[in-house]
């Protein structure tokens, strides 16, 4: 059984350039979620998806994110025109329909925006 | 809403000795609890969790946590523990109900194992 696949591992951008980072959760789990660690903090909540819906989106920036999980395909976190402050290590979760107490947790994406 | 709390941001011990690392709550609704721990450049592993029933839950690695809810801790515990130990520790707090989707995390717990 596959883990939670994240790609890429590492993301290097220049400000003002786009990132993609993409999750594909555990075989039959419908439910991701999107975590953001900044340098020597904890993890933050960011966004939870289901196919095709956002369910909650209280964590993400109003401005220059955005995440969707499309009925086929992997999830995907976009970062429109980054900055220095967006440098953080990205991580997605996923659970299944019927257990949705535990999340699985990918290797995480590093992006650093320079 | 939730909070966690991790009192120690570091915790050094030597290889062989018994290791605490402390967790506290605050949530105005039954919570289910977590301990995860993340290897250097890795992601979060679950360690061990608590729904419901035993208040002391056994997790991987030898380690284990007792749910007190007078005192709203989670304390992780390990009798004895080993270089290979050496990690980040995250306690974590979720709603106990099923629409419940964020996890809450603690600002993490870095133990170093001293040879």
């Known amino acids: 059984n596959a883990g939670v696949m994240q790609n890429p591992r590492h993301l290097v951008r220049r400000r003002g350039q786009e990132a993609r980072l993409r999750c594909s959760p555990v075989?039959?789990?419908?439910?991701v979620y999107w975590y953001r660690q900044l340098p020597e903090e904890g993890l933050k909540f960011m966004v939870y998806?289901?196919?095709?819906?956002?369910?909650?989106e209280s964590g993400m920036p109003k401005e220059r994110f955005s995440a969707e999980f499309p009925k086929e395909g992997p999830s995907i976190l976009r970062i429109q025109q980054v900055v220095r402050g967006d440098s953080a290590a990205y991580f997605c979760?996923?659970?299944?329909?019927?257990?949705?107490?535990?999340?699985?947790f990918g290797p995480g994406t590093r992006l650093l925006v320079l | 809403a939730q909070s966690v709390t991790q009192l120690d941001s570091q915790v050094p011990v030597f290889e062989e000795a018994p290791v605490e690392l402390r967790c506290n709550y605050s949530s105005s609704v039954s919570v289910y609890l977590f301990w995860y721990v993340q290897y250097p450049n890795q992601g979060l592993q679950l360690l061990l969790k608590y729904l419901s029933g035993s208040t002391l839950v056994k997790g991987i690695n030898g380690f284990e946590a007792e749910f007190n809810k007078s005192q709203t801790s989670f304390h992780l515990r390990k009798p004895s523990v080993h270089i290979s130990d050496t990690a980040e520790y995250f306690c974590?707090?979720?709603?106990?109900?099923?629409?419940?989707?964020?996890?809450?995390f603690g600002s993490g717990t870095r133990l170093s194992i001293r040879p």
């Open positions: 998806l289901q196919k095709e819906n956002i369910i909650d």
């Open positions: 979760a996923s659970s299944p329909p019927s257990n949705q107490e535990t999340q699985y």
């Open positions: 974590a707090v979720r709603p106990g109900y099923s629409s419940a989707s964020k996890i809450i």
């Open positions: 075989k039959g789990h419908s439910h």
